[in-house]
């Protein structure tokens, strides 16, 4: 039962334009979101994050956005870079769960120039 | 800068064959976590660890046990190898009540390949 999903598997945008990446979960319970971001043949690192108490977060570049009524969150990244290609994967945390994060599986951005 | 460290690379091994995958980290962090990426399955969690000889399965425990007999040390074992465990494996580490809540750091994978 994946409950966090991610339902593009790959998507590809130029240079200069916005990247929106999504991202749906199922159990209500999830309190915390994160987004990470992998290279290949690099662990993931962490991008940016989110509480439900907030509907959006933003950080330079990249802002997630999170809609509590349909367990919906999204990140936007402006303007896409070519250094932003990668696999960027979503997570969702409850609290008091020592810090156990449950997973999409992953959309692998490509920015063209 | 958090770091963590896993002991290989890249791994060949065989069916049946014993396998230790070592893990790391040198921030003092509780939490330890063992994952295992497989293409259109993202990450999935086999086993955590939220003190010294603490564990707790994941999403995906079988075939795998693991050890943690020192707090900066977390190892993944597969009893008996099999070919449907050939994967990139992820541990990673986190603390408590850090200002980015639950947030993990990774190391840089294990490419584990089983004949």
């Known amino acids: 039962d994946q409950q966090v999903k991610q339902n593009s598997p790959s998507l590809s945008v130029q240079e200069g334009r916005i990247s929106i990446l999504n991202c749906d979960y199922t159990?209500?319970?999830?309190?915390?979101f994160l987004w990470y971001k992998k290279y290949p043949a690099e662990g993931p690192t962490f991008l940016i994050s989110?509480?439900?108490?907030?509907d959006k977060n933003e950080d330079g570049r990249f802002t997630v956005f999170l809609n509590k009524s349909a367990k919906h969150l999204s990140l936007h990244i402006v303007p896409s870079q070519p250094g932003d290609s990668a696999v960027y994967f979503c997570?969702?945390?409850?609290?008091?769960?020592?810090?156990?994060?449950?997973f999409g599986t992953g959309t692998r951005l490509q920015v063209t120039l | 800068d958090v770091k963590v460290t896993q002991s290989s690379r890249y791994l060949v091994k065989r069916t049946g064959e014993k396998v230790f995958l070592e893990c790391v980290q040198d921030m003092d962090h509780e939490n330890m976590f063992w994952y295992r990426q497989d293409p259109g399955l993202g990450l999935r969690l086999i086993y955590f660890?939220?003190?010294?000889?603490?564990?707790e399965k994941g999403d995906i425990p079988e075939g795998y046990s693991v050890s943690r007999e020192k707090k900066e040390r977390f190892s993944l074992i597969l009893e008996s190898a099999s070919t449907n465990q050939t994967s990139m494996y992820l541990c990673?580490?986190?603390?408590?009540?850090?200002?980015?809540?639950?947030?993990?750091?990774f190391g840089p994978g294990t490419r584990l390949t089983v004949l």
């Open positions: 660890s939220y003190d010294v000889k603490m564990k």
């Open positions: 159990n209500s319970m999830f309190d915390y």
């Open positions: 997570a969702a945390a409850r609290t008091g769960t020592a810090s156990k994060l449950t």
């Open positions: 989110i509480s439900s108490i907030k």
């Open positions: 990673a580490s986190s603390s408590i009540g850090t200002l980015s809540y639950n947030e993990q750091f």
